[in-house]
């Protein structure tokens, strides 16, 4: 079991606009930054938002993140084919774990 | 720009250790963290832990007592030693840059993963 909570799937027609979760707890998302990475099939995981809502050069600005209270959501506007990956949002726990944290995945379909 | 490269025995023994490399190109191996990270077939990521330059280490509190990360700075070289392994720790496993800790899991450069089966 992850610590971080995102749904299994998520899934949306091109041009729409879809919101993936991730939902932790006052140790982890509550008190740290949050990052999320897309993972295409086969290839290694790539840093899509990193501290909350920043989009590292390169990332297309339909990407954007946010984060309030002990969750965060990454949404896809203008979704596009080349979305369809799995999508990891990660933080630091501060609790027993003291370590790196990874929610579960989504994978998102564009139907 | 910036590389990083996996490499070392794709099968592993059960009980024995584990060892990989991450040889770092592009870029000097003495500045930011190095990570390694692990997915198992089908599941999520698991980070591992990181090396600073300095030899300063962290580690995921439910691997610490088996994981052993080094660095040498003349290769521009990391590795992993992770022992007594079992079949859970067959995975695809990961080298990756990161920024200081407090911008963790901030992992913006990549190796492409390796495949380390544990199997007899």
């Known amino acids: 079991q992850s610590v971080l909570t995102q749904p299994l799937s998520a899934s949306g027609t091109p041009g729409q606009r879809v919101t993936i979760s991730c939902s932790g707890s006052?140790?982890?998302?509550?008190?740290?930054?949050v990052y999320w990475y897309q993972q295409l099939p086969g290839t290694a995981p790539k840093v899509l938002i990193y501290r909350n809502d920043k989009r590292p050069s390169g990332v297309p600005d339909r990407f954007s993140g946010s984060k309030s209270g002990t969750s965060a959501s990454l949404t896809i506007s203008g979704l596009r084919s080349e979305d369809e990956a799995e999508y990891y949002c990660a933080t630091w726990d501060e609790s027993l774990s003291d370590s790196c944290v990874f929610g579960g995945g989504t994978k998102l379909t564009v139907l | 720009q910036l590389q990083l490269q996996e490499s070392g025995p794709g099968l592993v023994k059960p009980s024995e250790t584990l060892s990989l490399t991450c040889t770092v190109s592009?870029?000097?191996?003495?500045?930011?963290?190095w990570n390694w990270i692990r997915q198992p077939p089908g599941k999520g990521l698991e980070w591992i832990g990181y090396?600073?330059?300095?030899?300063?280490?962290n580690y995921n509190p439910s691997l610490k007592s088996r994981v052993t990360i080094s660095l040498e700075t003349s290769k521009n070289h990391f590795s992993l030693r992770l022992k007594s392994v079992t079949a859970a720790d067959t995975a695809v496993y990961y080298c990756?840059?990161?920024?200081?800790?407090?911008?963790?899991?901030?992992?913006?450069?990549w190796g492409r993963g390796a495949l380390v089966t544990v199997s007899s």
């Open positions: 090396i600073f330059y300095t030899g300063s280490t």
């Open positions: 592009g870029g000097s191996i003495s500045t930011y963290y």
């Open positions: 990756a840059r990161s920024f200081p800790p407090w911008d963790l899991p901030h992992f913006d450069y």
């Open positions: 006052r140790s982890n998302i509550g008190s740290k930054y």
